[in-house]
């Protein structure tokens, strides 16, 4: 069971956004299924997808709207990752809570990955305006940083 967990989360991104269709193909149980901690793993698989699949369809940028329009893409993965932690299932509670602090971590690396890079030719002003990016998207995605670690 948890190998073909861990499949299918590694499998997710890559898919996700090359057809919508197919979070819900990831996440189907079969009809006859009875073992609810397969659906409560169809439930992370779900939440994992959709929220790359939300993310592929932003283009994001240092700043505020940025920060809300990743926050609303993420609020649906949380909200199945968090039914799934509630449910309290020995096996599947840890690794929805896992996947949520993942969530929330890659969430502020793609915050912080929508500022420019540093090149060589990045020197005075330019420098110094690129680490005021930093430090202000630092204190932004501080809150996501604390979540994804005191779970």
């Keep these: 069971m948890r190998l073909v967990l861990l499949s299918a989360l590694l499998l997710v991104p890559a898919m996700a956004s090359a057809d919508s269709t197919t979070c819900k193909t990831v996440s189907a149980v079969p009809a006859d ?34 920060m809300h329009a990743l926050t609303a ?13 509630r449910s309290d299932d020995a096996r599947m509670a840890p690794i929805a809570q896992a996947a949520r602090a993942d969530l929330l971590a890659g969430m502020a690396v793609r ?28 204190a932004k995605i501080k809150p996501w940083l604390d979540q994804a670690q005191s779970r």
């Design 33 to 66: 299924a009875t073992d609810a901690e397969l659906q409560l793993a169809a439930k992370v698989s779900l939440a994992n997808c959709t929220a790359e699949a939300n993310f592929a369809q932003l283009k994001l940028a240092p700043d505020d709207a940025s």
């Design 73 to 85: 893409a993420a609020q649906p993965s949380l909200d199945m990752l968090d039914d799934v932690i």
């Design 111 to 138: 915050m912080r990955d929508s500022i420019a890079p540093v090149t060589m030719d990045t020197v005075g002003e330019p420098l110094a305006e690129h680490d005021r990016e930093h430090a202000a998207i630092e």
